[in-house]
C-alpha cells in the first residue's frame, strides 16, 4: 500500500518473526439473514498464539496491562503474581471464554503437560463480535480450541478476518487479527519485536493512518442492514458506534523481565493512540507481552541464572512496539473483506483504493 511505517520490519513482518512463537486459528463461518439463537448466522472463532511453539511446555516471561478494563483475559492475576505466562494465549468472543479456557486446559493434560504443574491457569482473551455472530449462541466448542491449537504454525500469520478476529470491528470498517513486527538495529541489541491484535474497537471519526485523518475523509461505508440502500438501511441498532475492544499481544527475543514486560505491554497503547484510539468506556484494551529469552528460568530447583537488558537500552523496544502496534492494526482492517452477518448486518472492509487515494492528497505515500 506504500503506507509511511515507520522502524525496519522482520522478514515475515509478523509476530512468528520472533523465533519460536507459532499462530493457529479455528475460523467459524455458517449461515446468514435472520439471527436465530442457537442456529446463527455464525462469525466467529479462535486464535491460538504459542511463545514457545506448541510443543514446548517451557513458561516464558510476561507482563500485563489494561488501558480500559471493559473486557477479560483470564489468568493475568497469575501472570502478575509469578511474572510467568504458562502456555498459550488465546482469543476469541466474549462469550466462549470460560469453554476455551477449559479446554486448553483438557488439551494440556491429554498431552501429558501436567506432570511438572498441579494446576492449569490459562490466558484467554476476548472482545465482542455480537453484531455479525450469534454470539449467544455458543458456538465455539472445544473441539474448535483444539484446532486452533494444534494447527499453530511459525511462518507468514494469516489475517483479517479469520480465528477469533472473524466477527470483529475496528473503526467501523471489518476488522480481525493483524499482526506485525520490528527488528531493532545491532546497535540497539538487534532484538525482534512481534505483535498480534484482535481489532474490535474505535469510532470512524478518530481514525487517523499516517496521521491522515481517514476516517473523516471516508464517513460513508458505515455498518448498515443488507441492502444498505432504501428503507431497511443504516447502521443497524445492534452495533453502537462507542462498542468494542482490542487484544495485543506483544512477544519479544529481548531479554526482559516481568517488571521490564509490563512496561512493554503499556506501550502498545500508544499505538492505538496513533491511530485514534481513545479507551471508550465500553472498550476492553487489554494487552500482554512476553519474552522468549531465558529459557528454562520457571523449572530451575536452585538458584535461576537470567539475563536482562539494562533499563537504560530500553527504550528502543518501546519505540519498536509502538510501531509494530499501529501497523498490526492497519494490516487487519486492510486484510479484512466485507462481511454480512447475523440479521443481514454489512460491514465494509477498508477500501484500498479510495485509502490511497486520502494517503496521497495528504502527501503520506512513500510509493
Not at 446468514?32 to 439463537?37: I, P, S, W
Not at 533499563?311 to 482492517?333: C, W
Request: one cysteine or more.
Amino acid at each position: 500500500m506504500g503506507i509511511p511505517f515507520e522502524g525496519t520490519t522482520g522478514p515475515l513482518d509478523a509476530i512468528t518473526d520472533v523465533a519460536g512463537v507459532e499462530v493457529g486459528h479455528r475460523t467459524l463461518v455458517a449461515g446468514g439473514g435472520k439471527l436465530v439463537v442457537g442456529k446463527g448466522p455464525v462469525r466467529t472463532g479462535v486464535t491460538a498464539v504459542f511463545p514457545r511453539g506448541k510443543d514446548s511446555d517451557d513458561p516464558v516471561f510476561a507482563g500485563w496491562f489494561t488501558m480500559n478494563g471493559n473486557g477479560e483475559m483470564t489468568g493475568t492475576t497469575w501472570v502478575e503474581e509469578s511474572g510467568f505466562l504458562w502456555g498459550p494465549v488465546m482469543i476469541t468472543n466474549t462469550h466462549s471464554v470460560g469453554v476455551v479456557r477449559d479446554a486448553v486446559i483438557e488439551w494440556v493434560v491429554r498431552r501429558g503437560r501436567m506432570q511438572s504443574d498441579a494446576w492449569s491457569l490459562p490466558v484467554v482473551a476476548e472482545t465482542w463480535d455480537g453484531g455479525l455472530n450469534d454470539i449467544n449462541g455458543f458456538h465455539v466448542t472445544k473441539q474448535d480450541a483444539w484446532a486452533a491449537m494444534d494447527s499453530a504454525r511459525g511462518g507468514p500469520v494469516v489475517e483479517g478476518s479469520v480465528g477469533g478476529g472473524t466477527g470483529m470491528v475496528c473503526n467501523q470498517f471489518k476488522g480481525g487479527i493483524g499482526t506485525a513486527s520490528r527488528r531493532l538495529d545491532p546497535p540497539d541489541g538487534g532484538y525482534t519485536v512481534g505483535v498480534l491484535v484482535q481489532c474490535n474497537y474505535g469510532r470512524r471519526r478518530y481514525l487517523r493512518i499516517a496521521g491522515a485523518p481517514v476516517g473523516q475523509e471516508i464517513a460513508d461505508l458505515e455498518p448498515c442492514r443488507a441492502p444498505c440502500s432504501g428503507a431497511r438501511s443504516g447502521r443497524g441498532p445492534a452495533l453502537p458506534p462507542d462498542v468494542g475492544s482490542i487484544i495485543i499481544v506483544v512477544a519479544t527475543d529481548a531479554p526482559l523481565l516481568p517488571h521490564q514486560l509490563k512496561r512493554i505491554a503499556r506501550r502498545a497503547a500508544l499505538g492505538v493512540g496513533r491511530l485514534g484510539g481513545v479507551a471508550s468506556n465500553s472498550s476492553g484494551d487489554i494487552f500482554i507481552a512476553f519474552s522468549t529469552a531465558n529459557p528454562r528460568a520457571s523449572r530451575d530447583s536452585g538458584l535461576a541464572q537470567v539475563s536482562m537488558v539494562a533499563n537504560d537500552r530500553i527504550t528502543p523496544l518501546f519505540e519498536a512496539t509502538v510501531q509494530a502496534t499501529e501497523e498490526a492494526i492497519v494490516n487487519a482492517m486492510l486484510a479484512a473483506r466485507t462481511m454480512t452477518g447475523a440479521d443481514d448486518l454489512t460491514v465494509f472492509g477498508l477500501p484500498h483504493d479510495r485509502l490511497r487515494d486520502v494517503l496521497k492528497r495528504y502527501n503520506r505515500l512513500t510509493r
